[in-house]
């Protein structure tokens, strides 16, 4: 009978989980999230605060330093920031990597950070900021 409780926990629990991580339509369909954020509910991605609304994690650090700090160091906090700020392009001036027939390279020098793209022929390059 325990088993079958746990079972029965474990199954609801995923559909619970299915349900908070995959919006869909009413077809049942998956849905964008520039579709998704139109339903009702609240998804991180629903932002409607004005942009200088935006206090930044400085002003939470007041109370919380500690989660401030941590979340500092998440992988997630290094995914976008700008330039000026990536300690991996401060501590390398040459990233580069071959994906099948693309040459991309993200070089530093002191006029700025190029990022370009080059399959051998073409190419392509945009300064990042
Ligand atoms: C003046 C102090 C103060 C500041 C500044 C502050 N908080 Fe809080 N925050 C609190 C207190 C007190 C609680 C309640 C803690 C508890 O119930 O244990 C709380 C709770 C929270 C919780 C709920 C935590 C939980 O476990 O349920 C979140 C999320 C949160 N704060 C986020 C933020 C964010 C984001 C900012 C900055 C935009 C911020 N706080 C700024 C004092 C502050």
Redesign the pocket.
């Known amino acids: 009978m325990n088993k079958l409780i746990g079972l029965l926990l474990f199954t609801s629990l995923i559909g619970l989980s299915n349900a908070v991580s995959q919006a869909q339509s009413p077809t049942g369909a998956p849905m964008a999230t520039a579709d998704r954020v139109q339903g009702s509910g609240w998804w991180p991605t629903k932002g409607t605060a004005a942009r200088e609304d935006y206090?930044g994690?400085d002003?939470?650090a007041?109370?919380?330093r500690a989660?401030v700090n941590g979340a500092r160091k998440t992988p997630m906090a290094h995914a976008s920031m700008p330039v000026a700020d990536s300690e991996a392009l401060r501590s390398h001036n040459r990233l580069e990597t071959q994906i099948g027939p693309f040459h991309y390279q993200i070089v530093s020098t002191a006029q700025g950070v190029e990022y370009s793209v080059t399959d051998g022929t073409k190419s392509a390059s945009v300064p990042l900021t």
């Open positions: 206090v994690p002003a939470c007041q109370c919380h989660k």
